[in-house]
């Protein structure tokens, strides 16, 4: 939570979603959102979220978001990506419901981290990724990332010691081996190239123009006189 606020300080008016198990992030990022959407996939599960008012969360399919197109401008999803079924099919999907220049931020878990390796751990479900294969994979996607951080270098416990000492190791995690995160942070944009209307677009023509080839020209025979 502490990495991903102040992330998005612009998102007055914005309409966010959030995917996977976003919920408990939502209400720090709510507060000043035009509309803010809870979607989880039906391997999750749904649950109720926020706790007073209209309920906001939806169980769906990631790969068929029962959204129109470029209907949100920011998407949060956490444990999305390493259980998704379709994952080409959910990336494809938010690319769509994402508005122009509209921005993507994924919390998933580090294959070279500790969170990875533990069943007890709410990343130790799923495929881990390295960084080379997010970054391969949101580009087939269309996705642009714009930037990269690192979260949760303490191990995977409920001790009080352990946690009463996470700011300590986080801080010593984040300066000495940032490459043994719990968790990889990426953003990424939805990037969309068009022409500009009204400017001729420039077409390719050879330079030289084909030309038939004469037909080959017969002798003709001279009749006997």
């Given at each position: 939570?502490?990495?991903?606020?102040?992330?998005?300080?612009?998102?007055?008016?914005?309409?966010?979603?959030?995917?996977?198990?976003?919920?408990?992030?939502?209400?720090?990022?709510?507060?000043?959102?035009?509309?803010?959407?809870?979607?989880?996939?039906?391997?999750?599960?749904?649950m109720?979220?926020?706790?007073?008012?209209?309920?906001?969360?939806?169980?769906?399919?990631?790969?068929?978001?029962?959204?129109?197109?470029?209907a949100v401008d920011f998407a949060l999803v956490i444990h999305g990506l390493e259980i998704a079924e379709d994952l080409p099919g959910m990336l494809q999907e938010l690319f769509r419901v994402l508005t122009p220049q509209g921005r993507a931020l994924f919390v998933v878990p580090n294959r070279r981290g500790v969170w990875a390796r533990f069943d007890t751990s709410p990343f130790g479900y799923g495929q881990p990724f390295s960084r080379p294969q997010?970054?391969?994979?949101?580009?087939?996607?269309?996705?642009?990332?714009?930037?990269?951080?690192?979260?949760?270098?303490?191990?995977?416990?409920?001790?009080?010691?352990?946690?009463?000492?996470?700011?300590?190791i986080e801080g010593l995690g984040s300066r000495l081996m940032p490459a043994l995160s719990g968790v990889i942070i990426v953003e990424a944009v939805k990037q969309v190239y068009a022409v500009a209307s009204g400017k001729r677009v420039r077409r390719f023509s050879p330079r030289a123009r084909p030309a038939l080839a004469p037909l080959p020209t017969t002798r003709r025979m001279k009749a006997d006189p």
């Open positions: 939570a502490e990495r991903l606020a102040g992330r998005w300080p612009g998102l007055k008016g914005a309409r966010l979603l959030g995917l996977g198990y976003a919920a408990p992030f939502l209400d720090a990022l709510a507060g000043q959102t035009e509309r803010t959407l809870c979607f989880m996939p039906g391997r999750l599960g749904a109720r979220w926020p706790d007073q008012g209209p309920i906001a969360t939806a169980m769906v399919d990631e790969a068929a978001l029962p959204l129109p197109d470029s997010l970054s391969s994979l949101l580009k087939e996607s269309q996705f642009q990332v714009v930037s990269w951080a690192h979260a949760l270098y303490f191990p995977p416990s409920a001790r009080s010691a352990v946690l009463s000492a996470a700011p300590a």
